[in-house]
T-cell receptor, first 117, second 112 residues
Framework: DAGVIQSPRHEVTEMGQEVTLRCKPI?????LFWYRQTMMRGLELLIY????????DSGMPEDRFSAKMPNASFSTLKIQPSEPRDSAVYFC???????????????FGDGTRLSIL | SQQGEEDPQALSIQEGENATMNCSYK?????LQWYRQNSGRGLVHLIL?????REKHSGRLRVTLDTSKKSSSLLITASRAADTASYFC????????????FGKGTMLLVSP
């Protein structure tokens, strides 16, 4: 089975530019998560969706960040305008929900390494 | 603040030795999960232990959970160079669906 697919794997852009990160979750998973990983702060949850609906976006650092999930097989995380402090690795993960009757693991993509110059 | 904190931050051992990593957390949990992250890759789920369980095994992995001490340990027996990675614990808080809170991880280096 295909895992979680993220694109691009690497993105280097200049400050002020718009950045769009993409994620395709595992088919059949009804939860999708966006995380940011840095050395200083570790892995932080930015936002998560259930059945394509955003449930909690309290981890989104600023209004410059937005996320959408237009359908069950695609999500985007957008940063506009980007700043150097946004440089990090961004991960998407998906999981099944409690409908399975037990806590479920999360399945991660390989991330997008974002560098803002 | 981070719910889970791993100890040690870094661990260096020789192939064939056992590696033990610890995780402490602050509040009551429903389940605790361990993940591995190889350099440049995403996290991979290793094992999940529920709050009413004390020990679980999976291959060379052994996880224990002590809810009275709010701590868990991950033991990797007979380590291999391929086990070199960062290891994270993550806690799920409630009976209903909850997100996971990850610690900052333990970096394990296994030398041939």
């Amino acid at each position: 089975d295909a895992g979680v697919i993220q694109s691009p794997r690497h993105e280097v852009t200049e400050m002020g530019q718009e950045v769009t990160l993409r994620c395709k979750p595992i088919s059949g998973h009804d939860y999708l998560f966006w995380y940011r990983q840095t050395m200083m702060r570790g892995l932080e949850l930015l936002i998560y969706f259930n059945n394509n609906v955003p449930i909690d976006d309290s981890g989104m650092p600023e209004d410059r960040f937005s996320a959408k999930m237009p359908n069950a097989s695609f999500s985007t995380l957008k940063i506009q305008p980007s700043e150097p402090r946004d440089s990090a690795v961004y991960f998407c993960a998906s999981s099944l929900g409690l409908g399975q009757g037990a806590p479920q693991p999360q399945h991660f993509g390989d991330g997008t390494r974002l560098s803002i110059l | 603040s981070q719910q889970g904190e791993e100890d040690p931050q870094a661990l260096s051992i020789q192939e064939g030795e056992n590696a033990t990593m610890n995780c402490s957390y602050k509040t009551s949990i429903n389940n605790l999960q361990w993940y591995r992250q190889n350099s440049g890759r995403g996290l991979v789920h290793l094992i999940l232990i529920r709050s009413n369980e004390r020990e679980k095994h999976s291959g060379r992995l052994r996880v224990t959970l002590d809810t009275s001490k709010k701590s868990s340990s991950l033991l990797i027996t007979a380590s291999r160079a391929a086990d070199t990675a960062s290891y994270f614990c993550a806690t799920g808080l409630s009976m209903g669906y909850s997100t996971l809170t990850f610690g900052k991880g333990t970096m394990l280096l296994v030398s041939p």
